[in-house]
């Protein structure tokens, strides 16, 4: 015998199903004002709780081809790093846990380089050559983000912090924070 079929999960509720009791109308007005959909307005409100104190930054590479948006704070903490390929491409960059990060368009448009370790995830666009965002040895569970590459009008203030990456293992042995920049 075939076991029976679960059952379905139950549909969406729409805006008008939610008991939102004395916020309803609020909430209604706070929609139209923002011209969001009821997911919309939920993400909205969902990210600014979420990643209070940061700021949503937005940049890509120089042809358009990569867009991405990283939730950070508006005072960037830059490292600027003097390890083999990093001094080659200026690579300066703030980090960044992967759930602060989301590419949005340009999956299709990047390519990556590794080597040594292969720890290091060295991603730029295929077609103009920048750069933009990678993954860095120091934090693979994050992103390292080229702050010139960010669009303007997000970022208030930049600290740059030398890192010796032409010394790695004994840098990332002094240095106290930069192994936790991409944990939560």
């Given amino acids: 015998p075939v076991p029976p079929l679960p059952p379905p999960p139950p549909a969406a509720l729409a805006a008008s199903e939610l008991d939102l009791g004395e916020q309803r109308e609020r909430w209604e007005t706070f929609q139209k004002r923002q011209r969001l959909s009821f997911e919309g307005a939920a993400k909205l409100l969902l990210d600014t709780y979420e990643y209070q104190g940061l700021v949503k930054h937005t940049g890509g590479c120089h042809c358009g081809a990569v867009r991405f948006e990283v939730w950070a704070s508006a005072d960037l903490h830059i490292f600027d790093c003097n390890c083999s390929i990093c001094k080659k491409k200026q690579n300066k960059h703030f980090i960044v846990p992967a ?47 080229a702050p010139h590459c960010l669009d303007e009008g997000t970022v208030r203030s930049v600290v740059v912090e030398e890192f010796n990456g ?12 930069i192994k936790n920049m991409s944990k939560e």
């Fill in 166 to 177: 032409s010394d790695w293992e004994k840098a990332m042995k002094e240095h106290k924070t």
């Fill in 99 to 145: 759930s602060r990060f989301k590419l949005l368009k340009g999956a299709d448009s990047i390519t990556t380089y590794t080597f040594n370790t292969h720890k290091a995830q060295h991603t730029f666009c295929k077609r103009c050559g920048v750069q933009s965002f990678y993954s860095p040895r120091s934090n693979p569970g994050g992103f390292g983000i």
